[in-house]
């Protein structure tokens, strides 16, 4: 019988994980492992909810050979209408450890294609992966999101930042710098130079929040048609994606004047074998009029550091939020972060080549949520 691709049921199960074992028993990454419950414990379906996530399978005389995820949301665009999209994410093919199925991963694709006509993916690691080196065959739309981040305690940084110290030579130096100050005196000049640049700013205030509520939504209305695309996210939108109950996540309410000039969401991030032991902060969400996204990052900023993190990170793709956080003495890094586009979604965002400064693409658009940010 040929390979069926329906939607994921319990009665999958024991062969999604039967799928698993042969993928790690192949050699696949510890990571590459299919959700073994059909429900999603993250965004399950709801009834009238446009906020959800469906799980599909690829299936073969009862054998799962691969699965995708969707991720369906509302978006807004420049032209005031609100669509619904959805984030094509965690395809697996039993083609990583076996050829027969090789074309598995294209079929997964097209059925995601067929099933949400305006479909994107996000992050990928890279141009040198397998989706995206399979999209940009397709013709997809994409660039990279610019990666910013501001290292909080350079000596932490040069003697854990494991992406950095790959040689025996590069681990000399940056010991080196760490050890003897002039590494700490760079980091701080190059992040000063910055922060010159900074406008005065109007004295505002910041208020931790243990829940999203109705005052978001007027910061929604205000500010969503200044973005050639954006999530929607208004206040019910947030209390899905930060409910009160997840004390990870920081949120922040900030005021100028005694009026609401944006919010932001932070949180540290898992441990990833790439920073070390370091402490790692993530501006995970945020939002604003463009012209006040300088206060809210530097909102966002305190907080991390407050709560004590090493280093903080951010994936921005509009350019005055990138603005913003050089003004507040990140720095920028080559990204890995990339943004495609289906043929039709794209065809909503041309050119593309101007609008992706002006859309408002986050981690919090990816699948990182709830932990993995």
């Not at 209305?221 to 200044?226: E, M, P, Y």
């Not at 929607?232 to 609401?260: C, E, I, K, N, W």
């Not at 003004?327 to 080549?353: M, R, V």
Request: aromatic share 12%; hydrophobic share 45%; with cysteine.
């Amino acid at each position: 019988m040929p390979i069926v691709i329906q939607p994921y049921r319990e009665e999958h199960e024991s062969a999604v994980r039967e799928f698993n074992q042969r993928l790690q028993s192949g050699g696949a990454g510890d990571d590459l492992v299919f959700f073994e419950l059909a429900r999603p414990r993250w965004l399950p379906p709801a009834d009238g909810s446009k906020l959800l996530q469906e799980y599909f399978v690829a299936v073969e005389n009862g054998v799962v050979r691969g699965g995708y995820a969707l991720k369906q949301q509302s978006f807004s665009f420049a032209d005031g209408v609100s669509r619904n999209v959805a984030y094509y994410h965690h395809p697996l093919s039993e083609g990583i450890v076996n050829k027969s199925y090789a074309a598995v991963g294209a079929m997964l694709l097209k059925d995601a294609m067929g099933r949400a006509p305006l479909l994107y993916c996000l992050g990928m690691a890279g141009y040198d992966r397998p989706l995206p080196k399979m999209l940009v065959r397709l013709g997809w739309s994409h660039f990279l999101v610019p990666f910013y981040f501001n290292i909080v305690h350079p000596y932490r940084f040069l003697r854990e930042m494991q992406a950095l110290r790959g040689t025996v030579f590069r681990r000399w130096l940056l010991d080196l710098l760490a050890f003897t100050g002039a590494g700490w005196a760079g980091i701080r000049a190059a992040e000063g130079l910055r922060k010159l640049r900074t406008p005065k700013l109007p004295p505002f205030t910041v208020e931790r929040v243990e829940d999203f509520s109705e005052w978001v939504d007027p910061l929604w209305q205000q500010a969503k048609n200044h973005y050639a695309m954006t999530a929607v996210r208004d206040f019910q939108t947030l209390r899905t994606l930060y409910p009160a109950s997840d004390a990870h996540f920081t949120r922040l309410r900030v005021h100028r004047s005694g009026h609401d000039i944006g919010w932001a969401v932070v949180g540290e991030r898992r441990k990833d074998g790439k920073y070390g032991a370091m402490r790692v902060g993530s501006i995970v969400d945020c939002w604003a009029l463009p012209e006040d996204a300088l206060p809210v990052v530097q909102a966002a900023s305190a907080a991390l550091i407050e709560n004590g993190v090493d280093l903080i990170i951010s994936n921005q793709s509009h350019r005055l939020w990138g603005r913003a956080l050089n003004q507040a003495g990140f720095l920028i890094s080559p990204s890995n972060f990339i943004f495609a586009a289906g043929k039709n979604l794209s065809a909503l965002l041309q050119p593309i080549a101007e609008t992706q400064s002006q859309m408002h693409v986050t981690r919090a658009d990816g699948d990182g949520l709830p932990r993995n940010f």
